[in-house]
């Protein structure tokens, strides 16, 4: 590999045998992401009964950093699903996070900036219902999405949030998500300028990062009422 042409300059390290990749639509691998505490399935209309219900009496404040919501009726979340599906379809993909057993729905999540020219794609739109929030089945979900595209050949995944999100910011640094930087009002959101943290976690990255998720996931790591014995972050940490 080489780090300098023939001018003496430097450039980007050199890539061998890399293709691009499917885009998540055509691959198979994506199309139901399951795991052993949740599943994700294509965000269709036939999901806005139960994800209403799962966000019922969801405080407000859940929605303040993100571009929509809060959704106070059913039809609110059939406009979003039509939103996500219809307006955006060529540059993401929606997924429903349900249970595995009753597949009920816990909430959604999405891949967005979906680039296979250059091998990168965001996980976006992460939005857990109260009985999702703080549970196995919520980092499960986060793992399976990064896992399904680093198997396509994917380079780069991103998460993207709003600077003063901090608890967003907290959960992708768990995840192993490095902080790249941040992109000065780069939108404008429900008439508030938004400042939007980058982050990523790149191909050399996941191998180590993907044996410390599954490592966190084994039921061994959890008390009979549900109480992780070991944080992930104790685990993605040491990768720092």
Not at 68 to 93: H, V
Not at 209 to 232: D, I, P, Y
């Amino acid at each position: 590999m080489k780090d300098t042409n023939i001018h003496g300059q430097k450039i980007g390290l050199e890539v061998k045998n890399w293709k691009t990749p499917q885009t998540v639509q055509e691959a198979e691998v994506t199309q139901c992401l399951k795991g052993r505490y949740c599943q994700l399935v294509k965000l269709d209309s036939a999901h806005a009964p139960s994800l209403h219900s799962a966000f019922s009496g969801t405080d407000d404040a859940h929605w303040t950093y993100l571009p929509y919501g809060p959704f106070k009726s059913q039809s609110d979340f059939e406009d979003l699903i039509d939103t996500l599906n219809l307006n955006w379809r060529k540059s993401s993909l929606a997924y429903c996070i349900q249970s595995i057993e009753q597949e009920e729905a816990l909430g959604f999540c999405a891949y967005l900036r979906m680039m296979p020219q250059s091998g990168s794609i965001e996980v976006g739109h992460l939005s857990f219902s109260p009985k999702l929030q703080k549970t196995p089945a919520a980092t499960e979900a986060i793992y399976l999405m990064i896992d399904a595209i680093f198997k396509l050949g994917y380079r780069r995944c991103e998460w993207k949030c709003n600077d003063l999100n901090l608890p967003s910011i907290a959960a992708a640094k768990r995840y192993g998500f490095k902080y790249e930087g941040t992109f000065r009002q780069a939108q404008v959101v429900k008439e508030h300028n938004r400042d939007t943290a980058w982050l990523s976690i790149v191909d050399h990255e996941w191998k180590a990062l993907k044996a410390c998720f599954e490592e966190w996931l084994q039921a061994e790591n959890f008390t009979e009422s549900g109480l992780q014995k070991k944080r992930l972050s104790e685990l993605t940490s040491k990768l720092s």
